[in-house]
């Protein structure tokens, strides 16, 4: 399904400032996978993403989905594959637009925009289904600007944006790091029965060892731009969180260092 | 009383061009300069059309034109070769002063024996500044209404979305450049078709008219949202309308009050920098409002 050959990303090239934060990137991902991914500040987990995303042009390298080649390929071309959720909940809707408004601009993600009604009297019954399913109470609140709406409201709203159109490849960057634990637990339990519903491919960057080892078939450990570690199946199964440490102190010669990471 | 009559004509007149400065500031986010050689552009267009013979309507459409193109470079020259917007305005704007002098030829174009849109109206029994109210809210009714159909379209969603969160609606598939060209063609459309009325009205284009049209604008969008509320697109529309007519009619109670007609642009300076204050100053007022009552409620207890 995501094959990354290879993948470099530096910026600020030929300046002293010059980072290499990707530094050779080989992951394939299959259909089906749900990949948490866990490592160090800097590690380049979001950059990874981004790449894949497009935000960023990777510097060398070359990029796969779903067997169409993406490496040359702008974000918005990009995005009729990619269903994403950021980590600030902010960045998921246009907040001065209402929430029937923004599901509409997603329903159409990847689509050419033409001069039709931006949207239809079936999709907004569509829409308060799918909400009142989500049972945070926004089945009721299809016009009122998503600026309104709290933080895990948001992460929700966005996340079943994301998930419109069975995405081939669902991104989600911390995209519960900016919640509280409890909101953050229940936009966590919707990611997961999403994914598991629709039987998408997704990719969760994660500061929490525990939802890392307890979520998805597969981890995977970046540090100083390269992946250190991939487990899956099985073995991942088995894994505990001083196991986990303990295998990253292996792989990389230093002890874990990421301000967020929640070790229980 | 027709001092008013005059300023509401004037406010209709200009209103179009606040839609337009609207377009670009609002919902693109972005304060785009073009504006000021654009208006004299679309008066310059529509004056040398009707000196040279050219029907009223065919020369007022020409103008709209002429403004799509200005709005298509300052686009091109923000989103292709990713010079800031700002910049890419004064840009715009700096070269149509050359480009409006080869247009008009000259500085300044009087139309006053031609016809024109105005004196069509004029012609029908109406008096000038009902000929200017008349013309000038058709065609803000009009313009309204496009917008508010265009800005519920799926296309419209895109701009909108693209002025208010760019990497959202980049992560849904949308070229934002070509949203961003659109939104600012749209507005400079609009401020030249503006200009075109205007020009009529006045009898005559002036190569130096536009200057200051960017902050009668912005006055007028603001004075209009924060009197009449920006609660949907079709409220901020009809908003920032109504505004350039409460522009007027504020300026014109200050030359009565005895400022000079030379003063105009400093007052119109003075104007939107009030105006830009009155939310932030609303909220203190508000604020002490609110602090003195519970004072006021714990004192009494």
Known sequence: MLKLNNVHQKFEIGTVNEKHVLCGIDLHINEGDFVTIIGSNGAGKSTMLNAITGTNMITEGTIIIDGNDVTKEPEYKRAKYIGRVFQDPRMGTASDMSIEENLAIAYRRGKPRTLKWGISHKEREEYKNLLAELDLGLDTRLKDKTRFLSGGQRQALTLLMASFHHPKLLLLDEHTAALDPKTAARVLELTVKLVEENKLTAMMVTHNMRDALRIGNRLIMLHKGRIILDISGEEKKKLNVPDLLEMFKKASGEEMNNDRMQLS | ?301
């Not at chain 2, 007022?60 to 200005?70: K, Q, S, W």
């Not at chain 2, 007028?220 to 009619?249: D, K, Q, T």
Request: charged fraction near 10%.
């Open chain 2, 1 to 301: 009383m027709n001092v008013i009559l005059g300023a509401f004509a004037q406010g209709l007149l200009w209103a179009v061009m606040a839609i337009g400065v609207y377009i670009t500031y609002r919902i693109l986010d972005i304060a785009d300069l073009t504006a000021e050689g654009c208006f004299t552009l679309g008066a310059g267009i529509t004056c040398k059309l009707i000196t040279s013979g050219c029907d009223p309507f065919v020369s007022t459409l020409a103008a709209l034109i002429g403004g799509l193109l200005a709005g298509l470079v300052t686009g091109l020259l923000h989103t292709k070769l990713k010079i800031p917007a700002l910049l890419a305005g004064i840009l715009t704007m700096t070269g149509l002063w050359s480009v409006n002098l080869r247009i008009m030829g000259r500085s300044n174009i009087a139309i006053l024996r031609e016809t024109s849109l105005i004196t069509m109206l004029m012609e029908g029994g109406l008096s000038k500044n009902m000929a200017a109210i008349v013309s000038g809210a058709a065609l803000t009714v009009v313009v309204i209404a496009f917008l508010w159909w265009f800005f519920n379209t799926e296309l419209g969603y895109s701009l909108r979305a693209t002025g208010n969160n760019i990497n959202m609606i980049k992560a849904q598939g949308v070229n934002t450049d070509t949203s961003i060209i659109l939104g600012v063609m749209l507005g400079n459309g609009l401020i030249a078709l503006s200009s075109s009325l205007v020009s009529q009205f006045n009898g005559f284009a002036d190569i130096s008219m536009g200057m200051g049209t960017i902050v009668i604008g912005l006055a007028s969008v603001i004075i209009g949202e924060v009197v009449f509320g920006r609660r949907s697109i079709l409220n901020s529309l009809i908003a920032v309308a109504l505004g350039s007519v409460l522009y007027r009619i504020i300026i014109a109670i200050v030359l009565r009050l005895g400022m000079n007609s030379n003063d105009m642009k400093l007052i119109s300076s003075i104007l939107l920098v009030i105006a830009l204050c009155l939310p932030a100053a609303r909220e203190q007022v508000s604020k002490v409002l609110k602090n003195s009552l519970r004072k006021g409620g714990s004192t009494n207890a």
